[in-house]
């Protein structure tokens, strides 16, 4: 069976972190954004910035793991997320 598609994931995370209280998450649309991850967002005061991907076969981008890089090097929670316990783990949220 083949994985869900990147926005059907994105779709139900972004669905799952609006819904979380405290929380706000939105997606970069734009392609002028195509160096930037997929979902931002903040978190009981803290930053986020989650790239999606299908499977554990998908791998960032050089471009995309440099912005994941530089958020997590000023103290923002940043990585690739594959599905919502993926996300809830970065978050430390059990």
Same mark, same amino acid.
């Given at each position: 069976m083949k994985p869900p598609l990147e926005k059907t994931i994105t779709n139900k995370i972004l669905k799952h972190l609006n819904a979380m209280p405290m929380c706000r998450a939105k997606k970069f649309w734009s392609s002028q954004f #195509? *160096? !930037?991850v997929d979902i931002y967002g903040?978190?009981? %005061?803290? $930053?986020?910035?989650? !790239? /999606?991907?299908?499977?554990?076969?998908?791998?960032? $981008?050089?471009? *995309?793991? &440099?912005? &994941?890089?530089?958020?997590? $090097? /000023?103290g923002a929670? #940043? %990585?690739?997320?594959?599905?919502?316990?993926?996300?809830?783990?970065l978050l430390d949220i059990f």
């Open positions: #195509a *160096q !930037e903040c978190y009981k %005061g803290r $930053s986020f910035f989650f !790239e /999606v991907k299908r499977d554990t076969k998908s791998v960032v $981008s050089p471009t *995309q793991q &440099i912005m &994941i890089d530089e958020w997590l $090097s /000023v929670v #940043a %990585g690739v997320v594959r599905n919502i316990d993926d996300v809830d783990k």
